[in-house]
């Protein structure tokens, strides 16, 4: 699935509120962890109680919900380049890959990747995914986002574009 010869691939994500997108994340996160990867969030609003509260209400094994409960749900300051920059690399010293959650406004989320860009931007030994989530009503058109993306994460996982919006031509409007 990677995307270039640096091991980062991008995935948009789309989701109506907190719910939704805490109900479409959980499945991801709870793969990633499976698979010894590690997550780190940068969202504009956080969802840790929309977190706390499904996991509460699933059956998972503890130390897979605790795994989930570690990672930081909270809003992040995007300003703060020096902080995301430690995390990320600290997170990169212990593992492979890396999945970077980024949730926010159109702005939130230009700032955030610029900052994920400088920073990863020579780092081609691990796997890097940067999971973009766009709340689909501050957008008239997602053909604008779906054209920058090879890759959609929902709850299935994340698949190619054209599995899940099949009508989806690139550069052509969706219906």
Known sequence: MRENENNVTRVCSFYVNDWHLTTMLLPHINRTINENKKILTILENGIK??????LSKMNLKPEIQNKILEIDWNSNHICKF????SEIE????NVQAIN???KGNENYLKIANKNIDKIIKNISSK????????EIAEYKEINAILD???FVLNTSGIKEIGEIFTDYKKGEKII
Do not use: G, Q
């Not at 109680?49 to 499904?54: D, F, K, P, R």
């Not at 020096?82 to 920059?85: D, T």
């Not at 600290?90 to 010293?93: E, G, P, R, T």
């Open 100 to 102: 970077i959650i980024v």
């Open 90 to 93: 600290a997170l990169l010293k």
């Open 148 to 150: 920058k993306y090879r």
């Open 49 to 54: 109680s929309n977190i706390e509260e499904l």
């Open 82 to 85: 020096s902080e995301i920059k």
């Open 127 to 134: 796997e890097i995914t940067v999971i973009n989530c766009y």
